[in-house]
């Protein structure tokens, strides 16, 4: 598990802990390799433990009764995800699966809670990631339901932009299908959006990568949604 190290050290859930946890972490977690579309747990499984991903993408998604999937996060290198289970002992609440081949690192449920009932700076760390997720799963809900989708477009291409640190330029990693689903809407209707906000200007698409001309326009569609 060596050449995890540095993932798990720079691990929002980790991260600051000294050498000697870090260690015990790595002891603990077993590595878990996924081909793309190959499902990882579906809503409803045993939380037995939770992941971090080393390498790929994974989407977080569930599933209508009429059969539409929607996807509600995307996970890259770096970034912890199913740990809520852990502390609730419910079942996963939604379904994984890997979206490119993906390499995962695994924490097992009983020797996780085993590490953690003396650990306050491992406690703390893991507060603090899910008060994030709370916050982010609060602002989804409320693009989803109060802002229209270019305002929805127009929020994640900004923070796209902030995520990889480019004012200029971004990439979209996730195919237009994809993103449809994680704004609450399907792909025609995204496309006619890209087309729009290309033809006034805020910005520019060449295939997956994406020109932000007018963050003072996108920041504007962002806060009131209608283009």
Known sequence: MSRFSDIISNTPLFRGLPPEQLKTLEQIAAEKNFKRREMIFSEG???????????????????????????????????????????????????????EKSSLIFFPK???????????????????????????????????SLKEVPGRLAGYLLLLAQEQESEKIVNLNISKGQLASLLGTIP???????????DKGLIEVDGRNIKLLDADGLEDLAEHGKI
């Open 110 to 144: 009983d020797k996780f809670i085993e590490l953690i009932s003396n650990n306050v700076p491992l406690v703390l760390n893991m507060l603090a990631v899910l008060s994030m997720r709370l916050r982010q799963f609060t602002t989804q809900i409320e693009n989803l």
């Open 45 to 99: 499984d045993d939380g037995n433990g939770f992941y971090v991903v080393a390498q790929g993408r994974v989407k977080i998604f569930k599933v209508s009764l009429e059969g539409k999937e929607h996807i509600l996060h995307i996970f890259g290198p770096g970034e912890p995800f199913g740990e809520v289970p852990v502390f609730t002992g419910q079942a996963f609440p939604a379904n994984a699966e890997a979206i």
């Open 188 to 198: 025609e209707t995204l496309s006619r959006i890209f087309s729009k906000m290309n």
